[in-house]
């Protein structure tokens, strides 16, 4: 069935380096890939996504990256700050209105 | 423009009841998506709404139900709770045929015993 993988479970950076999350679909037809930012006691809010057709997407320091090819998507936040610290979702549907496929999270802590 | 709200914020509940959580959609949306987060888990699709219809069910079962008004603010109906059902509901609004994405509410958090 569809499938979303997402490594690493947890992440602990210096604030200031750099933050990488990878996913890994399993749908082919797999066309929206968004990523969430969950903090404690709150929903999942939308902090930058990405279409198949395109292969690379910026916004201030975060940028996402798709091989729709080998099936894979990442996130980089650049200059992390404290702020930063929370679950970060990966997921994937075939449209952006479809049902959403998410990863399992991946908890960052960035240290002052 | 007024964001997703959900009702109400935590609930508590015993084994075999039942129960209704209420979502208002972002002003313009007319698609809503219900989604359950166990604890440490990401979300699962329970159901999708548009125009009132059905529009898509993931792995639940029928004790799972739910409503869209036609101001297209939506519920979710679970009978029969049992104790894995306790969960953070999202509701996550959007505009069919938009480009725009899925926008997420803060949750209920239900607790069964």
């Known amino acids: 069935g569809e499938n979303v993988e997402q490594h690493p479970s947890t992440l602990s950076v210096q604030e200031g380096d750099s933050a990488v999350i990878k996913c890994t679909y399993s749908?082919?037809?797999?066309?929206?890939f968004p990523w969430y930012k969950q903090e404690l006691g709150k929903g999942p809010q939308l902090i930058i996504d990405i279409r198949s057709n395109v292969g690379e997407k910026k916004d201030q320091r975060i940028a996402v990256t798709l091989n729709k090819t080998a099936k894979h998507f990442s996130l980089h936040i650049t200059e992390t700050q404290p702020e930063d610290s929370a679950v970060y979702f990966c997921?994937?549907?075939?449209?952006?209105?479809?049902?959403?496929?998410f990863g399992t999270g991946t908890r960052l802590q960035v240290f002052p | 423009e007024t964001g997703v709200t959900q009702s109400p914020t935590h609930l508590i509940k015993t084994r075999g009841q039942q129960v209704t959580l209420r979502c208002s959609s972002q002003?313009?949306?007319?698609?809503v998506s219900w989604y359950q987060q166990a604890l440490g888990q990401g979300p699962q699709f329970i159901f999708q709404y548009y125009r009132e219809e059905e529009n898509g069910r993931g792995n639940f079962p029928p004790r799972f139900s739910g409503l869209q008004f036609p101001n297209y603010s939506s519920e979710l109906n679970v009978n029969a709770l049992e104790l894995d059902d306790s969960a953070l509901y999202l509701c996550a609004s959007s505009l069919a045929s938009g480009t725009d994405t899925q926008y997420f509410g803060p949750g209920t958090r239900l607790t069964v015993l």
């Open positions: 749908d082919s037809a797999s066309n929206y």
């Open positions: 997921a994937a549907s075939r449209y952006n209105t479809d049902k959403l496929i």
């Open positions: 002003s313009g949306h007319n698609t």
